[in-house]
């Protein structure tokens, strides 16, 4: 043995096996966290307005920047008449967008709009 070294004897570790305890904590862990995952991570059926909002904030990429809100309900009402289809009262804009804030898909600041969820999906 050269000065200044350990001895191999003291080298040796026992590690010992966790407790059987210990993989049913992991397990319960693990359970919760999937089903917080999965609450978080479904799908939100939409109604058509709503769906159009989404759709509209989506393709105005308002995901860090927003909207002014009276903009994006003068923005909606449009796209529905480009399309053809019965313009919305504003009332039922101003429902759809509260909705989608209910639901955390969209949020509010400072008279802006912002979407909070990424879109996936398509318009039919």
């Not at 923005?75 to 019965?86: F, S």
């Not at 101003?94 to 990424?118: Q, R």
Request: glycine residues 8%.
């Amino acid at each position: 043995m050269s000065r200044g070294s350990i001895p191999r004897s003291l080298l040796r570790w026992k590690i010992d096996a966790p407790p059987a305890c210990c993989g049913v904590i992991d397990y319960i862990q693990l359970l919760i966290i999937s089903i917080l995952f999965i609450r978080n991570a479904t799908e939100q059926n939409l109604n058509g307005i709503e769906a159009g909002a989404v759709y509209l904030l989506h393709r105005k990429n308002v995901y860090g920047f927003g909207i002014d809100e009276d903009q994006f309900i003068r923005d909606l009402k449009g796209w529905y008449c480009q399309k053809g289809d019965e313009e919305p009262s504003r009332e039922e804009v101003v429902e759809a967008i509260n909705h989608l804030y209910a639901m955390k898909a969209a949020d509010f600041n400072n008279g802006k709009i912002f979407l909070k969820e990424k879109v996936w999906g398509k318009m039919e």
